[in-house]
């Protein structure tokens, strides 16, 4: 079987969110990371612009890929998406965390699989105004544990969530689910579109076990610098781990 990833150093704990218009632009900005970045995040923007090509390429140069697709659809759907997604050779995907999805993502996965599955609990550019426009009567914080509760009953192996409910949902997901968390901001800089917040530092001293950085990291001048700046402030505030 191959192992499902769990981190072990603070570089498997940062996840770079390959943010950027074409695939010529994602394997400069790789290129230009080098070593110091060993996971990468393939999304929406990437994927659409031809960047699933991009995906084998990484994995046999020793990358490992998150891709984070946030999958949503019939059982039937996602669970052919979920084969498809275990065969590209990727470490992590995302299903947002509607329970039938869930168990559908995790029986559609072989029992010997590589693949980790996440559930998305709430997108961390929402606040509890977004949600009661979107007719949730439930704050963030709830319906963050509430579906945290849902995708470990489902069999999902972590949750995605702002690092601001990662304490909340180690309580109740417990010690062996991944908590991984995106919407973290150098202290003082701008939060962009994200509104759930947090540093590197605060974000794993809550609990969150990887973080995943776009334009901090993409955006900045010297991405490589900014990307080892982040990767000290984890490892010191894990201790290394
Ligand atoms: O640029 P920034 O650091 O805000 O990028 C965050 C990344 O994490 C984006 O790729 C976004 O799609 C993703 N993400 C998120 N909130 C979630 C799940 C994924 O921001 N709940």
Request: with cysteine; hydrophobic share 50%; glycine share 10%.
């Amino acid at each position: 079987m191959a192992a499902r990833f769990r981190p072990e150093s603070p570089r498997d704990r940062l996840m770079v969110a390959l943010d950027v218009a074409s695939t010529t632009a994602a394997e400069s900005l790789v290129e230009r990371l080098g070593d110091t970045v060993g996971f990468y995040k393939v999304g929406m923007q990437l994927a659409f612009a031809g960047g699933l090509a991009l995906v084998p390429a990484l994995v046999s140069a020793g990358k490992r890929v998150f891709l984070d697709m946030k999958l949503l659809d019939i059982d039937n759907t996602v669970a052919s998406g979920v084969k498809s997604i275990e065969a590209m050779g990727v470490a992590l995907t995302t299903i947002h965390a509607y329970p039938k999805a869930m168990r559908a993502a995790a029986s559609a996965r072989g029992a010997q699989s590589g693949l980790g599955l996440l559930a998305v609990t709430v997108l961390t550019s929402l606040d509890d105004r977004d949600l009661a426009e979107a007719g949730y009567a439930a704050t963030a914080r709830d319906l963050v544990s509430r579906r945290a509760a849902d995708a470990r009953a489902a069999g999902m192996d972590g949750i995605v969530c702002s690092a601001q409910e990662a304490a909340s949902v180690r309580a109740v997901v417990g010690p062996d689910m991944l908590i991984v968390t995106p919407g973290i901001r150098p202290a003082g800089a701008a939060a962009d579109d994200q509104k759930r917040v947090m540093s590197a530092a605060d974000a794993i001293a809550a609990g969150a076990d990887c973080l995943v950085v776009g334009r901090p990291i993409v955006a900045a001048p010297d991405p490589e610098a900014a990307a080892r700046a982040m990767l000290a402030e984890i490892g010191a505030a894990c201790g290394g781990r």
